[in-house]
Structures are given as C-alpha cells and as structure tokens.
C-alpha cells in the first residue's frame, strides 16, 4: 500500500496570523509583560538550540533568555506557557481533515515533519484527527535528529513506512 506523507505546520495545521504574537502571548501570561529584546533573544536563541538537536529547545531558549535579562521566571512554565499558546493558536488547514479521511480510506498515512514530536504531533491530535496517520517522523525524534531536506529524515520515514505495511 502506498503511504501519503504530509508536514503538519501550512499543510494539516495553520496560524491564522504570525509566530510572534503567540511568543509574546506565552511570556505575558508567564512575566506579566514582555519586551522585544526578549523575543528576539528567543528566537535566535530556539533556532540554536532546535539546529544542534538539544533536548527541550524551547526551555534551553527560554532559560538564555531568563539568564540574558536577568529574567525572574521558569524557564519550563515559559516553554510550557508557549507549546499551550501554539495549541491554542492552531487551526486545521481548511479541507484538509476530509482530505485525510478520504485519503485514509485507501492509502497509509504519514507524517513527516521539522519539529519537536511532542508538539508537532500534538497540534494535529487537537484537530481530531491524528489517528489517521499511521506514521509518524519527527525531526527532533531522537531516533532521527535530522531535518528535511536531510535524506537521513526521510530514510526514517521510509524505514517506518515499511514496518507499518508489514
């Protein structure tokens, strides 16, 4: 059976606007109040951490951002705060939950995607339909730590793809 690979963020799931905002959200709800610097901070400082494959880079960020400022906050409840904002802020790409469903009924579904499994697999099982898919690669799946257009990633994806078939 031939498996159909999807990315998850612009394909099955969307912003309705920019990042940004859903940063500055998170550090509101955490600090109270957020400055520009800050953000800025933790973006160069997540692209860091997320490039070199380092457990939990949404923390590493926040924790130099925390350390740059002299930040009075948990650097986990900021990440925490954020993957809830991003959660929040999702929604599914229009048509494409009855295009999975269709596609679903006759061909092995997958994902295939840059980003933390947790998240990346998270924001499609808050649209209600993660089941379909029956593969599942993550960049930052420890089992991988590469990211498209690394062949390496999409070995995986066919390594798994097969296994699913059997």
């Known amino acids: ?4 690979f999807f990315d998850v963020d612009g394909t099955l ?3 309705p606007g920019e990042y ?10 955490t600090v109270g109040t957020t400055e520009e610097a800050w953000i800025d901070r933790y973006n160069d400082r997540f692209y860091h951490h997320f490039g070199t494959f380092v457990a939990d880079p949404y923390r590493r ?3 130099d951002v925390c350390t740059a400022f002299d930040l009075d906050a948990d650097p986990a409840e900021l990440a925490e705060n954020l993957i809830h904002c991003e ?3 999702v929604e599914p790409v229009p048509g494409v939950a009855d295009a999975v469903a269709k596609l679903a009924d006759r061909h092995t579904l997958g994902i295939l995607t840059n980003g933390i499994p947790e998240v990346q697999f998270g924001k499609v099982e808050r649209q209600g ?4 898919f029956d ?10 730590a590469a990211t498209k257009p690394d062949a390496a990633i999409y070995e995986a994806a066919r ?8």
């Open 129 to 132: 339909f993660l089941e379909r």
């Open 1 to 4: 059976m031939t498996t159909i």
């Open 61 to 63: 960020a926040f924790a």
């Open 135 to 144: 593969v599942r690669v993550a960049s930052h799946d420890p089992a991988i």
């Open 159 to 166: 390594e798994r793809a097969e296994r699913a078939a059997d």
């Open 87 to 89: 959660f929040a802020a």
């Open 13 to 15: 799931v969307r912003w």
């Open 20 to 29: 940004g905002p859903i940063v500055r959200e998170a550090v509101e709800r």
